[in-house]
């Protein structure tokens, strides 16, 4: 690691979750300021240079893979693409796992219910064509693909899942990350399981436990709306019950 | 299906709230330009069908709107579940229903 140009600026104070949700604490670390330097590269630091039993989950650093995510002073944050000098207050840095999550040990947080409910809410592709077809044809432009588009660009990262009090105060809601993927595949024309998936979003799990307090777009570290993607799936849900789509054999 | 068929009572009173909000606003506003007398009021409600039906249907629409509106408050912020959720907020809906239709009956029967 580079020490000139750091040799000038203090060290950055930096508090740490360790431990586990019912028995931990912050721990604080005194760590040297680097150029262009990111949380994660904080996070890595501590590990190699101050307490080597630190875990964290990371894998790309690029901002692809959506595993570097935690809160960082009380917000949630790609921590691989946020630069300490945007976010750092008074050289003070507090870094904890991400919120809404069970946590496994210090900043990695157990992921499953998570992905749990993208499952739950259908988010996956469920298409009626087989590798004897031929590629289906879409228009990038079709005003329904350009929804689709709008809502496609999501890592996984859970950083709206731990911004959305709802899920704090209701945790059986399925969250924006998975709302915004079923409001994604009712918007792919290919796709055979609408009516399935809206059933589910439609449960009592799901888009009308949203309040729009758009916690989910304000964080959102790909600038993606899942708020807006859950107003569109209360507008399919209404006209869906207008045509008595959804009443039969589901109360 | 139960928040999907609350979501949409609610979403309806809000609509017929909307309308009787503003003939509600604007009979004030017309009203107190010669000075707020309750004599005035009473000559203008008493015994109308139209004040009757316009803040009877009001007052239902509250009702309705309001008690499905605390539900979730109770549930979010107080985790209140089951059968004690609903019995409050069916408790809440017939205490504002019966004031609030008291308080329509009180300014349109005659007496």
Known sequence: MSTSSSAAAAPITVRVWRGVTDAGEFQEFQVPQQPSQTILDVVTWIQRHADASLSYRFACRVGMCGSCAMMVNGIPRWTCRTHVNKVMQDNRLTIEPLRN?????????????????????EGHFQGAATRNDSVSRLSPNSPQRRVANAATECINCAICYASCDVVSWNPEYLGPAALNRAWSLQNDERDTATEKRLRVVASDAGCHQCHSQQGCATYCPNELNPTASIAGLKRQVTSAWMRGQLRKDND | MTETRLYLAQRLCAAVMAPLVLIHLGVMIYAIQGGLDAAEILTRTRGSLFWGANYGLFVIAVSVHAAIGLRTVLREWMSLRGTALTLVCWLFFAGLLAAGLRAVAAVVVMS
Request: glycine fraction near 0%; aromatic fraction near 14%; charge should be neutral.
């Open chain 1, 101 to 121: 999550l069970p946590l496994i040990k210090d900043l990695a947080c157990d992921m499953t219910i998570f992905f749990e409910k993208w499952k739950q809410a």
